[in-house]
């Protein structure tokens, strides 16, 4: 009886070793986007538990997220059976990842106000990020990139670096904004200075800055609103 028990379960668990890699090499071989939803879940827990194999796991964390509560909270991952905290911290992390980064393309930006809770990742930091939004033709974002940290000032926000990402994206137009931490929304003269700097480089290049937007967790200065920067008549 007892070897029968063990071959058994050496017959199974190179069966579970395999699945693993072989999503890896499924992924290596065609690629992230021809593997499914459910796949890239098991890819990221890994193992399940004894009665517990990893795909039903994932394919109950897959249905949680479609049709669970918004947003997905660890503390509700950890309620599935096989969810510990790590695996659930982990997936959690990764759903506000692809938030973070890839949510905001194709929204339109008609108004400041549209740009504004895009920026909001950035608020509650103790630096001051320099961030640049590139644009296609229909003011439509392609891509949200932080340029640099620390003190922003003329020698770190050249119009090279700021300019470089949007040629490659094809840009039609730029949106920049930095965030204040002290909370002070107001424009500094080194702000001003660095607007009109990248406007005028803008303009050579054919590629605009719609709006520079000074913003903190309570809100946002807008350089369109307060007549600092020309209004786009809609056309990149």
Known sequence: MNEHIV??????????ARSQPDIRERIDRYGISAISTQDLLVAILGT?????????????????????????????LMEISGMGKAKSCA???????????????????SSPKDMFPLLLPYADHRQEHFIVASLNGGHEINMLRE???GLINRTMIHPREVFADPITDRACAIIVAHNHPSGNLEPSSEDIEITGRLCKSGDILGIPVLDHLVFCENGYYSFVEHHLIAPSDGRA
Do not use: C, M, W
């Open 7 to 16: 071959s058994e379960n050496t017959a199974i668990q190179p069966l579970h």
């Open 48 to 76: 399940g538990l004894p009665g517990r194999p990893v795909r039903l796991v994932a394919r109950e964390v897959l249905d949680l997220i479609t049709h669970g509560p918004q947003p997905i909270e660890t503390k509700q």
């Open 91 to 109: 997936i959690a992390a990764a759903i506000e990842l692809g938030r973070r980064l890839f949510s905001y393309r194709g929204i339109r930006i």
């Open 147 to 149: 340029v640099t940290k």
